[in-house]
């Protein structure tokens, strides 16, 4: 009589325990991603609906908010409503989801969480090149100050990359050249208040300190097309993207085509903060905080989806204290970022210093 052995070979069993828990980190990971991208979703709400509840001056009824901000009402309250505040919060939330994008994209293509646009001098370029426009041609406003920073981005990224090239990016060197370029721009910026009229300075001025105050139904226009635009060519560019985080090497090796990927992230982070600058200036710090604060809610290879969320939560809140806090409102919204993301960029830099891990 033959005896059958039923033992299941040992490293059957192993691999089927590994794989189990291996199954059972990611329904994890998928249950607090579903949880925070809910829980930000449900903040992002209610900070919208306080900006358009308690934002600015004057007071409407408010059996009228919700029916002005459906535009239909006339008198105050549309004006109030429809045509300061709703343009104004909308503007917000989509500009930080542009910011938070860019951010993230150049965090995770660099490697490097200060190589994002506003430290490496891309939103300065786009500064310059809309304050050009602001300046000497506000009849094109319009069309022309989004086309003009985008310019003026594309002309930076080229710019920084050449100057850090050193048979490959050197991310060290491309913050220090980013830096020196932000400081051109920005001497370039001032050189051109010095011959334009002064209504000009006087709109140009506090839209360089990043304030979403005069933001109209145009800009909220543009600003929801672009981002449209830019969640489409990421997720695009998501795979990619997500192999090269592996290595060049090995990534080039599995088939991705490593320096058209990189170059269209670079364009398309910069084409972003552009947009975004473009409307509300060059709002500080929101593209280096974001990506991080993503990476510790949810992970690293989840974090680049969200961002934008994460970027606009940032934005809406600074907004809305920026019109409301006791004793610093009303002040531009710039002004709150830099108070948040200052202090993150000083202890970045010293964690750095130390050899540390941001």
């Known amino acids: 009589m033959t005896v059958l052995d039923t033992r299941v070979p040992a490293d059957t069993t192993a691999r089927d325990t590994v794989m189990a828990r291996l199954r059972a980190t990611r329904r994890a990971h998928g249950r607090r991603t579903v949880t925070v991208t809910a829980g930000l979703t449900l903040l992002l709400l209610a900070l919208t609906t306080a900006s358009v509840l308690l934002g600015g001056i004057g007071r409407v009824d408010p059996a009228d908010v919700l029916p002005a901000a459906l535009g239909l009402r006339d008198g105050l309250a549309d004006y109030m409503i429809f045509q300061l505040r709703m343009p104004r919060a909308l503007a917000s939330v989509l500009s930080g989801a542009l910011f938070g994008l860019a951010g993230a994209l150049y965090q995770r293509l660099i490697r490097n969480p200060l190589a994002t646009p506003d430290i490496v001098g891309i939103s300065a370029g786009a500064g310059a090149g809309a304050a050009v426009?602001?300046?000497?041609?506000?009849?094109?406003?319009t069309v022309g100050a989004p086309a003009a920073a985008i310019a003026g981005s594309f002309v930076l990224v080229a710019a920084v990359h050449a100057l850090s090239w050193r048979g490959g990016v050197d991310t060290y060197r491309l913050v220090l050249v980013g830096i020196g370029l932000s400081a051109v721009c920005t001497a370039c910026t001032n050189y051109l208040f010095t011959v334009a009229d002064q209504s000009s300075i006087a709109i140009a001025m506090r839209w360089l300190v990043g304030s979403t105050s005069g933001a109209d139904w145009t800009g909220v226009t543009t600003l929801a097309a672009g981002l449209a635009l830019c969640l489409l060519c990421t997720a695009l560019l998501y795979r990619p993207l997500s192999v090269m985080s592996l290595g060049d090497h090995l990534a080039t090796g599995l088939g991705t085509r490593v320096?058209?990927?990189?170059?269209?992230?670079?364009?398309?982070?910069?084409?972003?903060?552009?947009?975004?600058?473009?409307?509300?200036?060059?709002?500080?710090?929101?593209?280096?905080?974001s990506g991080p604060i993503a990476v510790r809610l949810v992970g690293a290879d989840r974090a680049l989806p969200l961002a934008p969320l994460v970027g606009s939560v940032v934005v809406i809140g600074s907004d809305v204290l920026a019109q409301n806090a006791p004793l610093v409102s009303p002040v531009p919204t710039g002004v709150l970022t830099a108070l948040l993301g200052a202090p993150y960029f000083v202890w970045l830099i010293l964690r750095r210093r130390q050899g540390a891990t941001p």
């Not at 602001?134 to 094109?140: E, R, S, T, Y």
């Open 133 to 141: 426009v602001i300046l000497f041609a506000p009849a094109a406003l």
């Open 259 to 289: 320096t058209a990927s990189r170059v269209a992230a670079l364009l398309l982070g910069a084409a972003a903060a552009a947009l975004a600058t473009s409307v509300v200036g060059p709002i500080g710090f929101v593209s280096l905080i």
